[in-house]
């Protein structure tokens, strides 16, 4: 009896696995371990079976954290390894310069800041790149290369001067895309057109310039780029005062009036084969062609924008009004005696004719 009744009160792990006739499995109802069971249907555990189960839960925390603590650490001790490698073995052996020699090698080398004996990848690509190509102005672009036996090579591409703006006395000589060249110049370059816009407002050599208009920065790079790009040569002069009414000179001879940049660009086709053909029927033609009309071209001997102000030379008739050629350019007094000299002269040989 009294073990019956420690049973009933105490039942052993064994005892309570059994099931009582009324609990039993319905059918279709999930086995095993996974099964789930309803809250009332769940017996209280015991204290010992408490204590065992925090203990397996602590367990398994230990393991996961320990996994944890040596994965992070081997992951720490190859970071080291590999800085140790790198700092020790990858050192720069040596720099070469290849590319456009505009600069010496020694000037180019103290621009990028790098020494032989540095560490080969500790330092920016990027950023060697933008120094060397603003410390020096006709350095156009510069590209870095690592070898894995130590060698650097920096490969140079020379920049050319392709516009040049009016400073006071002075030019500003700049590149496609508007850098500053040279500040001080004190004549143009050749292959480098006069650029009329407004006030120079900041130029830095190796900087973007600054002007009082500053839409006027992306006009220029604008025509810069769409002139290279088209392959339009001898363009000497570019002016951008009024967006809308751009001229450009060719050649130091002849004016093209271009009108807006949009019709520029619509009809820069036109105006680089008509330039080839004028230059190949008239080549020392002076004077202005008009293209601000889509695929038309009206030459003018004279450009009228360059004939509004009356020469000091200018010749009057007996009424006082300036004289002009066929194509309204004034004439001079010294073009007006010559033409009388030559007129009095055809007269007198055709009085001889007459007379003989």
Do not use: H, W
């Given at each position: 009896m009294d073990e019956r009744n420690r049973r009933r009160t105490n039942p052993s792990p064994t005892d309570r696995t059994r099931r009582a006739p009324?609990?039993?499995?319905?059918?279709g109802a999930p086995a095993?371990?996974?099964?789930?069971?309803?809250?009332?249907?769940?017996?209280?555990?015991?204290?010992?079976?408490?204590?065992?189960a925090k203990y397996l839960e602590r367990r398994r925390k230990r393991r996961r954290n320990k996994l944890i603590?040596?994965?992070?650490?081997?992951l720490l001790v190859l970071i080291v390894a590999v800085i140790i490698v790198i700092s020790v073995f990858f050192k720069i052996s040596s720099?070469?310069?290849?590319?456009?020699?505009?600069?010496?090698?020694?000037?180019?080398?103290?621009a990028s800041g790098l020494k032989v004996g540095d560490n080969m990848f500790a330092f920016n690509k990027s950023g060697v790149c933008s120094?060397?190509?603003?410390?020096?102005?006709?350095?156009e672009k510069l590209s870095v290369k690592r070898s894995p036996t130590g060698k650097v090579t920096l490969n140079v591409q020379a920049a050319t001067a392709v516009m040049a703006v009016e400073s006071g006395e002075e030019y500003v000589l700049l590149n496609a895309s508007c850098k500053v060249l040279e500040e001080h110049a004190l004549e143009l370059k050749e292959g480098a057109a006069w650029v009329k816009c407004s006030p120079v407002k900041s130029a830095v050599s190796g900087t973007s310039l600054e002007l009082e208009r500053a839409e006027d920065i992306k006009m220029l790079t604008d025509i810069a780029g769409l002139i290279r790009d088209s392959s339009l040569k001898?363009?000497?002069g570019i002016n951008i005062l009024d967006y809308s009414y751009i001229k450009l000179n060719y050649d130091n001879r002849i004016n093209l009036k271009v009108g807006s940049f949009g019709t520029f660009r619509d009809n820069i086709d036109f105006i680089r084969a008509t330039l080839e053909r004028q230059d190949e029927e008239e080549p020392s033609f002076t004077g202005a062609i008009d293209f601000t009309?889509?695929?038309?071209?009206?030459?003018n001997a004279v450009d009228e924008d360059e004939t509004t102000t009356v020469p000091a030379e200018a010749a009057t008739d007996e009424n006082g009004e300036y004289v002009t050629d066929e194509n309204g350019a004034y004439v001079?007094?010294?073009?007006?005696?010559?033409?009388?000299?030559?007129?009095?002269?055809?007269?007198?040989?055709?009085?001889?004719?007459?007379?003989?």
């Open positions: 009324g609990n039993k499995r319905p059918s095993g371990r996974g099964a789930q069971r309803s809250p009332a249907s769940r017996e209280p555990m015991s204290r010992d079976e408490v204590r065992k603590s040596y994965c992070v650490g081997a720099i070469k310069i290849t590319g456009d020699e505009i600069y010496s090698q020694e000037e180019i080398i103290t120094e060397v190509e603003t410390r020096l102005p006709y350095v001898k363009i000497t009309i889509t695929d038309r071209a009206f030459v001079t007094e010294a073009q007006t005696e010559a033409e009388a000299e030559s007129t009095t002269s055809q007269q007198e040989e055709t009085t001889k004719k007459k007379a003989a």
